[in-house]
């Protein structure tokens, strides 16, 4: 059982991770672009994003942050959200960095699938180390819950040793903590590959109580045996829930662990679930058809509202449904942050449609 403090005057929620800049031509390829809209991003910063815009908690995020316009530009729209930054910063040497990344991503259409690639070269998050921070004064008023991520931790040998120390320091406050493992083959490719994957996300998971993932994280992040499940579809959970045990046994700290189902029919059709395992009972959420504009940040929008319904004392099923359904409305949004209200989030979760509200 997750043991989750009172709401009082302090941060409920604080998120560690990198903040980029996302560089978006919309429909039209890259190839053929003239025209780009810039959306601040980083799947940490998103989810306290989130929980500040839509749901109303007073949320932190501790980051890098380059002295320089572009960085300018990312501080601009993390205060513009509402959320409290605390910042390493550094000094731009005018030519090669440190930067803020670049994350370069078109939506796609129908049958054409979106492109994302990435320019992370010397990238101001992945020079963060332990000791940056200082975790007692950010946790001085109070912290109900830390969140941290697998694209952090995969920047470089030292951002690892960042997401520990902020997690000790959590749990010392007395804060839940929660790991979005976010396996990415590529980075860990550059990053020392998967057995250096798996033995570095093992030790950070030894200090998390929640983790967002599904069967293929926690197989190839976590090196968990998945069971020979035959599963129905994209949408059946049996994969997943068959893992659980692997979970329970090998990982006894962790409490809950929850992802999203997706299956994707075309680019703008996806038929979309979620599910939820917490003290040893299994959630699902319903099923919906969504009809996307813009899929980047819907694992992040599902989170979020999973972490707004455990923190407001929702019981486990409730909270998965505004999960679920903050994750859906994001999708229909440009950018990768929300623009969902708690009541469109509340009606949805309780069954809500499309219809005009008048």
């Known amino acids: 059982m997750l043991d989750i403090k009172p709401s009082g005057s302090g941060l409920d929620f604080v998120s560690l991770g990198a903040l980029v800049n996302r560089l978006d031509p919309g429909r039209i390829p890259f190839r053929k672009a003239n025209q780009l809209a810039i959306h601040v991003s980083?799947?940490?910063?998103?989810?306290?994003?989130?929980?500040s815009d839509c749901f109303q908690l007073n949320t932190g995020v501790a980051t890098a942050m380059v002295n320089n316009p572009?960085?300018?530009l990312i501080n601009e729209r993390v205060r513009a959200m509402g959320v409290t930054p605390f910042y390493k910063r550094f000094e731009h040497d005018g030519v090669r960095?440190?930067?803020?990344?670049?994350?370069?991503?078109?939506?796609g259409c129908g049958v054409r699938a979106p492109v994302v690639f990435y320019n992370r070269s010397n990238e101001a998050a992945g020079e963060l180390q332990a000791g940056d921070f200082n975790w007692d004064e950010i946790f001085a008023g109070g912290c109900r819950w830390f969140h941290s991520g697998g694209i952090f931790a995969a920047l470089s040998s030292t951002t690892p040793g960042v997401i520990i120390e902020g997690m000790k320091a959590a749990k010392k406050a007395g804060a839940i903590t929660s790991f979005d493992l976010n396996y990415r083959a590529k980075l860990w490719a550059i990053s020392g590959g998967l057995d250096k994957a798996q033995e570095t996300l093992r030790s950070i998971v030894e200090h998390c109580d929640v983790l967002v993932g599904n069967e293929e994280d926690l197989q190839k992040g976590l090196g968990l045996k998945g069971q020979d499940v035959?599963?129905?579809?994209?949408?059946?959970?049996?994969?997943?829930?068959?893992?659980?045990e692997g979970v329970a046994k090998d990982l006894p700290n962790v409490k809950a662990v929850a992802t999203t189902l997706r299956e994707v029919v075309h680019t703008n059709k996806h038929n979309w679930s979620a599910v939820l395992w917490m003290d040893?009972?299994?959630?699902?959420?319903?099923e919906t058809?969504?009809?996307?504009?813009?899929?980047?940040?819907?694992?992040?929008?599902?989170?979020?509202?999973?972490?707004?319904?455990?923190l407001g004392g929702r019981d486990p099923q409730e909270a998965l449904n505004l999960g679920w359904a903050h994750g859906a409305l994001l999708t229909t949004y440009p950018g990768d942050t929300t623009m969902a209200s708690i009541s469109e989030v509340e009606a949805f979760a309780a069954g809500g449609s499309a219809r005009i509200q008048r």
């Open 42 to 51: 980083g799947g940490e910063f998103n989810c306290s994003a989130n929980l």
């Open 280 to 286: 040893g009972k299994t959630y699902q959420a319903p």
């Open 289 to 310: 058809e969504l009809h996307v504009l813009d899929r980047v940040g819907g694992g992040d929008g599902f989170a979020s509202g999973l972490i707004y319904g455990l």
């Open 70 to 72: 572009l960085g300018d």
């Open 97 to 107: 960095g440190p930067n803020m990344a670049t994350v370069y991503s078109d939506q």
């Open 230 to 244: 035959e599963k129905a579809g994209k949408l059946d959970p049996s994969a997943f829930f068959g893992m659980m």
